[in-house]
Each structure stands twice: as structure tokens, then as C-alpha cells.
């Protein structure tokens, strides 16, 4: 069992910034792809990012050039810096591992982004 535990989430001023990180109970696969999803009120959950063990890259156009992905496979961490916060981006961040088609997710942390 894969347990991901997220933090750094909170309230931030629009314009601001939050790097909010993942730690996995277990060491992250070579073959393990990371990702961000979010859920905003009255939305589905949608994709954020996402980073392979290679370092390939996929952002959602809403925050592209905003959001940095990365990851850190000998400490089992996985990172997602935001810059320029909207009140858009107002959410739960929730960090998914993707192994062998299976789905693992950390409990969320509330992003909000208000004046």
C-alpha cells in the first residue's frame, strides 16, 4: 500500500506563491509517473501536472508557465511550486502516483487564493 502524504497547502494573497510537496511512504519506481490533480467546488477533479521518472513534463494550460513539477525519487518527494496564484486556482491539491495503471492519492490540502 502506497500512502502519499501532501503539504504546504494554506491561504495566499493572488499574485503569490505556494510549493506544495508530497512524501510516498514507499520509494518512488523508475517507472512510477507523479502527478497534481485539483478539485475545485462544483468542478470535477482535473489533472495539474504530472512528471516521469524521466523528468517529461505535462501541465494543464490553465497553469502553464505558472506551475513547476518536479521530483525527488531518492527521497521520495514530489514538488509542485506554484507562481502568480489566482483566485482560480482556488482548491484541493490531492498528489497521485500512477504505478502499473494503478491510482494512488494522498489526502488533499486546500489551496486558497483570495485578497
Known amino acids: 500500500q502506497v500512502q502519499l502524504v501532501e503539504s504546504g497547502g494554506g491561504l495566499v494573497q493572488p499574485g503569490g506563491s505556494l510549493s506544495l510537496s508530497c512524501a510516498a511512504s514507499?520509494?518512488?519506481?523508475?517507472?512510477?509517473?507523479m502527478g497534481w490533480y485539483r478539485q475545485a467546488p462544483g468542478k470535477q477533479r482535473e489533472l495539474v501536472a504530472t512528471?516521469?521518472?524521466?523528468?517529461?513534463?505535462n501541465y494543464a494550460d490553465s497553469v502553464e508557465g505558472r506551475f513547476t513539477i518536479s521530483r525527488d525519487n531518492r527521497q521520495n518527494t514530489v514538488t509542485l511550486q506554484m507562481n502568480s496564484l489566482k483566485p482560480e486556482d482556488t482548491a484541493v491539491y490531492y498528489c497521485?502516483?500512477?504505478?502499473?495503471?494503478?491510482?494512488?492519492w494522498g489526502q488533499g490540502t486546500q489551496v486558497t487564493v483570495s485578497p
Open positions: 497521485n502516483l500512477r504505478r502499473y495503471g494503478l491510482h494512488y
Open positions: 512528471i516521469s521518472s524521466g523528468g517529461s513534463t
Open positions: 514507499r520509494s518512488m519506481r523508475s517507472s512510477d509517473t
